[in-house]
Structures are given as structure tokens and as C-alpha cells.
């Protein structure tokens, strides 16, 4: 018997009603990225280390449970080789420099001090390299500062030592290349599995908008804001994936092609989405079939979610065609509710599709290649001038005034706040305070946690199985939620501690909470008093950039041009990029500043109008030369959005003009018309901003403030 609609449970749903109501502190949240594999790996990882500790009775290899624990999070997703090198390279790097920091440690305060100092400012400088490099880099880091907290005066004391952290690392590696060995393309298909989440998201939030009939610009500002942004970087990321893949495993390998294929599937419908929330941002007081229409998003939003799920199990070849019919039903009644043609086009191939990566080489030669290119890169941002070496000089300077502040005064555990000022510390001040928030307020949480755990579990075997599961929580979430990830992590660092050194759970949890919060103190005082740096300096350059792509998109798609679809789908990507990236320096940007003065507001505006720009764009692109009833080009209008063009242009190289009288062209189709008016008052906005001078900075260009 069939369950009446009104009574099913959508997990989907559920989950997305969840994150919008998640606490304010937790800045980040995206279900979609939850990984139960990486989490039962690192779990079973670190807990069989702390059992072998209990059986062989030294607590020393609660130890080789944190190295365990660390290898795990030091692992690049990617190729065999790429997550190799990763975790092989945090496993002795962390090693070599965590013991000459326990020796340091051992010879007096200064020495400690001066290898904290050397091994920050080297993890601060891998920031002009790859993402993955420095993470590894900043985990290194952390094992010293953690591990200045062994001093040790002999070698005979430090080999144990060392070695028992060690073979943690190695179990944890050996682990992940032997049980949890990953396919070549499973990171592809992961990636995958997350973009068709991602879109699935977004067609939720329309038919969630779209059912409650919302008129309020603001609302779809946020969600055009929010939920474009995390598709369009998920997508990126599957098409990093698919590039990252080897060439020996793409070469006219079936599942590559199919990857591929649903790449430039999820592409299309994106850009569906994208028009239809357009029209019904615009239809939501007039529209009478909108429960009908939400009905039909939900339905795609579940249709996109079990495409996704099947990307990541399987091969899915057969189930395209039936995939791509089913949407395009889906999308004609979803159009047909909203009132206006919106038909869903696919590719028939996958033009778009990214290439294979490189052929493969050897691993020396690979590795050399690799050497030769970070070199380049170290010698072309060798600057004082450059932000990697500013980073550097911060992360430094930061992490030893905290090293010596709770070394002098003699803090308990103080190696945590050590920590907690390390991985506080982002590149800019806005990427900063997110992050300071979500680790003051995880801690808290996790103390608590930590405490209540502490109180009921007291043995070490009960301690070993109790840190299992917050284990494989902390790993599991750690791409959800940063704040998640901090939250479990606390009452996992504690239990371990207390497995080493048995003493007052409670204390422990409090000593945690408290040095994370002076961590995250100091943290803050750097990131704005030690050679800032500010988002908001770029953010200029960043929406000229995301305007300069939305208008060429926005020509793209005009009757005029007659441009084809294969270059309307560029340009819709990079416009999505480019404004994705403009509203995450806008946000970063408003966390330096207390007031949201004018000039906040109006980029607000232009950001809010780019997207809306790209939604008419999309609807234009509906209306193709080769559809039936198609509007043709209007030569006053397209006289009208030349003459627009060349005005924004004017004011965006900083030349004053008058504004152009509005006449209204009669018989012009709605969607050029909404092209004509956005243009109007994109126009408006940037004249708008007045004197260019937004910021006391030296040498700035005299230009329109935007």
C-alpha cells in the first residue's frame, strides 16, 4: 500500500530544513560533503593503536594514535601516488621536525620558541603552493607544537618516543592503501555524487520559495547568493576530479566518458535551474499553479539527489537517456506551471568535458617535476610584499607569542591554545573570524561533551572503545562543518590525554576549552595587527570581474548575436565563477568591518543585480533562434544594450557620463525588456559609488568605487 504524500519522509528535505536552522555559530554546513569512510577509517585507525597501548600496557601509544589520527586528515584526496606522497610525507616530516621540537623543547624555553618559530613560518609559507600542500604543511606544524609539550634531553628517551608515533603514521597509511584502498576514480565519482547533491539542494530551495509564494527580493537575493554558489563550486571541484583522474585510467575508459557525460548533464540542468528560479522569482504574486510547481521541483530535487548516489556506487550508462527523459518531463510541467517555456537542453556529447590528466611518469621523475615547480613558485612570491610571505611572517609570530605565553606562565595543556592560534589563523582577515567563531563555540560545546563523557566512562579499555565513535564523528563531519569537526575533536584530544595521563576528566575539558579560547584570542590580535590582510583590497577587482563576465554572458545570449550553445554554456560558467567568487570576498569583506556603511550596500545590490542578470540571460537562452515562435532581434534594442554596454565599460575605467534618457521600446519581448531595465540600473549602481577611495590604502587607482 502506498504511503499518502503528505505522510513520507524526505531525508533530503529534512536534512536542508535542518541546516537552515542550524545555530548561528556554525558558519558552515553542508550535510552533502559527510564522508562515513573516511571516518571509520580513521576510527579504527586510532582506536586499534590505543588498544594495542592497553594490551602491550604502555600508554605511550596513545601517541600513535594521534599520529594515526593526524596521517588520516593529512590525506589528499586524489591519486594513489598524490594521497602517498601526502600521507607518507606528513608521516616523516612530522616525525623529523615534532622530535627536533621535543629536543628543543628539552634544551630550555628559547630553543622551543625558535623551532616553533621555523617550523610556523615554514607551514605559513607553503600557502603560496597547492591547497593540500599546506595542509599537510600546518598539520606538520601542529605535531610540533603539540609535541614541544615531550621534552626530551637523550636520544635513548626520544627514539621510543618517536618511534611509537611513527608506526602510528605507518598503520594509518597502510590502512588506507590496503582495506580502505580507493578505486583511481573514486574520488571523481565522489565529487560527482556531490554536485548532483548540490543541485538537488538548489532545486529544493526554489520549490521551497516557490511553494510559500515569497515575493521578498531579499530572500531569493540569499538564495541565488547561497545556493548557486555552493553548485557552481561543486561542480568545479567534480571537474578538478575528473582532471586529476590518470590518463592510463581515462583513455577511452567507459567510466570516464560516463563521468563526463554527467558532467555536462549536471551543467545543463544547472543552467535550467538558474532560469526557472528567475521566472519564478518574477511569477511568485501572479503565479495560480505554484503548489503545482513546487511538487515539480521537489520531484527533480529527488530525481538529481538518486542520479548522484547512483554516480557514486556504479556505472549508470544505461540509466542516462532514461535520467535526461525524465528531467526534461519534469522541467516541461515545472515551465508549463510557471507559464513560460523553459525547455531543459542536454548536450548530445560532452563538449565541455574536462580533459584526462597527464600521461604518467615515473614517480622520481613526477616527483622532481613536482620539486621544480614549487621552487618556481617559492621564487616568484619570494616578496615582502607577497601575501604567502606575509602569512608566513603572521603564522610565526602568532603561534610563538602563544608558545611562550602559556610556557611562561606556566598554563596547563597549553600546547592547545598553541594549536588553536595555528589553525585559527587564516590568509585574510575576514577567512579569520568564521573560523575563530566556530572553534571558540565548537570547543565550548566539546568540553561539555568531554566532561559528561569523562563522568561516566572512567577504564582505559572503556576510554579506547568511547573514542571509536567521536573518532569517526570528527572525521565524518570534518568537510560538514568546521564547528562540528572541533566539537567532537575536543572530547577526542581529551580522552586520549586522559588515556596517556589519567587524571580529572573534567579539568582536562576545561583546561581544553579555556586554552583554545586564548588560542583563538591571540589568533584574532594577529590576523588584524600583524601585516593584515584585507579582503575588501580586492574586492573591487572582484565584482568588475564578475560584471565584465555576467554582461558578456548576458550578450551571449541575446537574439543578435545568434551565439551557439556550446559558448553561452562558457560564458554562463565563467560568470557563475566569477560572481561566486565576488560574494565570498563581499562576505569576508563585511566581517572587517563593524557598520555596513553605503558602499557595502550597493555592492550588495550589484551582486544581487549580476545574478539576476545571469536568470535573464538563462531565460533568453530559452527563447532560441530555433525554437518555435522564438523572439528575432530588435535592432533598437540591441542599439540600446550596445549603447548600455559601452556606458558600464566608461564608468568602469572611471570616466564620468550622463545618464542615457529611458524611452520605452514598444512590442519588446519581457525578457529583453528585464535585460534593458537591469542594465538601467546596474548602470545606476556603479555611477552611483562616487568617490573612488574606499579604503586607507596606499596608491589606490582613482576609479569608480563599486
Not at 624555553?109 to 600542500?133: D, M, N, Q, Y
Request: glycine share 8%; hydrophobic share 50%.
Amino acid at each position: 500500500m502506498s504511503v499518502p504524500r503528505r505522510f513520507r519522509f524526505d531525508p533530503n528535505a529534512f536534512l536542508s530544513a535542518l541546516a537552515r536552522r542550524r545555530p548561528a555559530w556554525m558558519v558552515s554546513f553542508s550535510i552533502e560533503e559527510a564522508s562515513l569512510s573516511e571516518g571509520l577509517r580513521a576510527a579504527c585507525a586510532a582506536t586499534a593503536m590505543l588498544l594495542l597501548g592497553r594490551l602491550l600496557g604502555d600508554m605511550q601509544f596513545s601517541w600513535a594514535a594521534i599520529g594515526a589520527f593526524w596521517t588520516c586528515l593529512a590525506d589528499a584526496a586524489g591519486s594513489r601516488r598524490r594521497r602517498f606522497w601526502s600521507m607518507g610525507g606528513f608521516a616523516v616530516l612530522s616525525t623529523l621536525a615534532g622530535a627536533a621540537t621535543a629536543f628543543a623543547s628539552g634544551a630550555g624555553t628559547l630553543p622551543a620558541a625558535l623551532a616553533i618559530l621555523v617550523c610556523a613560518a615554514l607551514a605559513g609559507l607553503t600557502s603560496l603552493w597547492s591547497a593540500a600542500v599546506y595542509q599537510v604543511a600546518i598539520l606538520v606544524a601542529t605535531a610540533c607544537v603539540v609535541m614541544v609539550d615531550q621534552p626530551h634531553r637523550s636520544l635513548h628517551d626520544a627514539l621510543p618516543f618517536a618511534g611509537v608515533y611513527f608506526s602510528g603514521c605507518v598503520f594509518a597509511i597502510v590502512l588506507s592503501f590496503t582495506v580502505w584502498r580507493l578505486h583511481p576514480l573514486a574520488p571523481a565519482r565522489y565529487a560527482m555524487r556531490l554536485a548532483y547533491a548540490q543541485l538537488a539542494e538548489l532545486a529544493r530551495d526554489v520549490s521551497r520559495l516557490v511553494g510559500a509564494r515569497s515575493g521578498d527580493a531579499g530572500a531569493w537575493a540569499q538564495h541565488a547568493s547561497d545556493k548557486r554558489s555552493q553548485a557552481r563550486a561543486a561542480l568545479e571541484a567534480a571537474r578538478g576530479a575528473l582532471i586529476a583522474v590518470p590518463r592510463a585510467k581515462s583513455d577511452g575508459r567507459r567510466t570516464y566518458r560516463e563521468l563526463a557525460a554527467a558532467l555536462a548533464d549536471a551543467e545543463s540542468a544547472f543552467g535550467w535551474l538558474i532560469a526557472a528560479s528567475d521566472v519564478a522569482q518574477r511569477a511568485a504574486g501572479t503565479m495560480a499553479r505554484h503548489a503545482f510547481a513546487a511538487r515539480g521541483l521537489d520531484a527533480i530535487a529527488r530525481t538529481l539527489a538518486r542520479h548522484g548516489d547512483a554516480l557514486a556506487a556504479g556505472p549508470v550508462a544505461s540509466g542516462t537517456p532514461a535520467l535526461r527523459a525524465r528531467l526534461q518531463r519534469l522541467a516541461a510541467r515545472v515551465a508549463g506551471a510557471l507559464g513560460q517555456p523553459l525547455p531543459l537542453r542536454f548536450f548530445d556529447t560532452a563538449p565541455d568535458a574536462p580533459p584526462p590528466g597527464p600521461a604518467d611518469e615515473p614517480w622520481l621523475r613526477g616527483s622532481l617535476r613536482s620539486l621544480r615547480n614549487g621552487a618556481r613558485k617559492l621564487r616568484d612570491g619570494a616578496s615582502l610584499e607577497s601575501a604567502g610571505v606575509r602569512h608566513a611572517g603572521r603564522v610565526a609570530v602568532a603561534t610563538t607569542a602563544a608558545f611562550l605565553i602559556v610556557r611562561l606562565a606556566g598554563v596547563p595543556y597549553g600546547y592547545w591554545a598553541t594549536m588553536a592560534t595555528l589553525l585559527v589563523l587564516q590568509p585574510s582577515v575576514g577567512s579569520t573570524w568564521p573560523r575563530s567563531v566556530e572553534r571558540a563555540a565548537g570547543s565550548a560545546a566539546g568540553a561539555a561533551l568531554a566532561a559528561a563523557i569523562g563522568h561516566a566512562v572512567h577504564t582505559p579499555l572503556a576510554l579506547s572503545l568511547t573514542v571509536f565513535p567521536l573518532v569517526c564523528l570528527t572525521m565524518t563531519l570534518r568537510r560538514v562543518s568546521y564547528g562540528l569537526f572541533v566539537l567532537f575533536l575536543t572530547p577526542t584530544f581529551v580522552l586520549v590525554a586522559d588515556f596517556a595521563t589519567p587524571s580529572n576528566e573534567l579539568g582536562h575539558a576545561l583546561a581544553r576549552f579555556g586554552n583554545n579560547l586564548l588560542g583563538v584570542v591571540l589568533a584574532l590580535l594577529a590576523t588584524h595587527f600583524l601585516w593584515p590582510q584585507r579582503d575588501a583590497y580586492r574586492l573591487r577587482d572582484s565584482v568588475v570581474a564578475a560584471i565584465r563576465a555576467n554582461l558578456a554572458y548576458l550578450d551571449s545570449a541575446l537574439p543578435q548575436r545568434a551565439a551557439s550553445w556550446e559558448q553561452c554554456e562558457t560564458l554562463r560558467r565563467a560568470a557563475g565563477i566569477a560572481s561566486g567568487d565576488a560574494e565570498r570576498t563581499l562576505r569576508f569583506s563585511r566581517m572587517e568591518s563593524v557598520v555596513a556603511d553605503a558602499h557595502y550596500r550597493r555592492r550588495v545590490a550589484i551582486l544581487a543585480l549580476l545574478r539576476g542578470i545571469a536568470g535573464t540571460a538563462g531565460r533568453l537562452r530559452a527563447d532560441a533562434p530555433t525554437a518555435q515562435g522564438a523572439p528575432t532581434a530588435n535592432p533598437a534594442c540591441a542599439s540600446r544594450i550596445a549603447a548600455a554596454y559601452a556606458d558600464i565599460e566608461r564608468l568602469l575605467g572611471g570616466e564620468p557620463t550622463e545618464a542615457p534618457p529611458r524611452t520605452p521600446l514598444p512590442d519588446l519581448p519581457l525578457a529583453q525588456s528585464d535585460a534593458l531595465a537591469q542594465l538601467a540600473r546596474l548602470r545606476e549602481l556603479i555611477a552611483a559609488g562616487g568617490h573612488p577611495r574606499l579604503h586607507k590604502r596606499p596608491r589606490v587607482n582613482r576609479r569608480i568605487a563599486i
